[in-house]
């Protein structure tokens, strides 16, 4: 089992990273970034790139980190935290299964994973309802349909995104096994 992080999966992390702080700042200008959730879509596509630990570890800061920058998310309700046990659980569940099953359908895999996170979240504003004497069946309810326009979105969005960056991986691999390959021959 590889420990540490791979020079690519820092890169992808890094990239990922930076677009999830900058998206949403760029939707909270026209007022719909709780709406669409512009911090999932790269944090979701770096799970299909990366290996869990580095996916969940990015999912867990850039709410975090997000939220202590700009205030979106906020701490109070806890939104950031909420997002960031969300989002590193689809992460983790994401990289796992596109390692394990590199065939799986990108729309399906992403489907599932999209419908397990809002139930977690969900149950995690109920709970939080619950606990500080908040209507949980209506804050519940607000958390379910205010999320969808953002879950059609990354379903458009991230399975081409991913699909595409495959391929191009790929080929660069290719490149990368053929120059090495020249290399070790050429020292013979």
């Given at each position: 089992m590889k420990t540490g992080f791979t020079p690519w999966e820092l890169a992808c992390c890094g990239v990922m990273g930076a677009a999830g702080l900058l998206l949403p700042v760029i939707f909270h200008i026209v007022h719909l970034g709780h709406v669409f959730m512009p911090m999932y879509l790269p944090l979701v596509t770096c799970a299909f790139f990366t290996r869990p630990l580095p996916a969940m570890l990015t999912a867990i800061v850039v709410p975090i980190l997000s939220g202590a920058l700009t205030g979106m998310p906020p701490f109070y309700p806890p939104v950031a935290i909420f997002m960031s046990i969300e989002l590193c659980v689809m992460a983790m569940v994401i990289s796992v299964i596109s390692r394990r099953w590199q065939s799986m359908n990108e729309w399906l895999l992403l489907f599932a994973v999209l419908m397990f996170g809002r139930i977690l979240y969900v149950g995690l504003v109920y709970l939080f309802s619950l606990t500080i004497g908040?209507?949980?069946?209506?804050?519940?309810?607000?958390?379910?349909?205010?999320?969808?326009?953002?879950?059609?979105?990354?379903?458009?969005?991230?399975?081409?995104?991913?699909?595409?960056g495959k391929k191009t991986f790929l080929k660069n691999m290719d490149f990368v096994k053929e120059v090495k390959e020249r290399e070790t021959n050429e020292g013979r």
């Amino acid at each position: 089992m590889k420990t540490g992080f791979t020079p690519w999966e820092l890169a992808c992390c890094g990239v990922m990273g930076a677009a999830g702080l900058l998206l949403p700042v760029i939707f909270h200008i026209v007022h719909l970034g709780h709406v669409f959730m512009p911090m999932y879509l790269p944090l979701v596509t770096c799970a299909f790139f990366t290996r869990p630990l580095p996916a969940m570890l990015t999912a867990i800061v850039v709410p975090i980190l997000s939220g202590a920058l700009t205030g979106m998310p906020p701490f109070y309700p806890p939104v950031a935290i909420f997002m960031s046990i969300e989002l590193c659980v689809m992460a983790m569940v994401i990289s796992v299964i596109s390692r394990r099953w590199q065939s799986m359908n990108e729309w399906l895999l992403l489907f599932a994973v999209l419908m397990f996170g809002r139930i977690l979240y969900v149950g995690l504003v109920y709970l939080f309802s619950l606990t500080i004497g908040l209507p949980a069946d209506f804050m519940a309810g607000v958390s379910i349909l205010k999320g969808w326009p953002g879950i059609v979105m990354m379903m458009v969005v991230v399975p081409p995104l991913v699909r595409a960056g495959k391929k191009t991986f790929l080929k660069n691999m290719d490149f990368v096994k053929e120059v090495k390959e020249r290399e070790t021959n050429e020292g013979r």
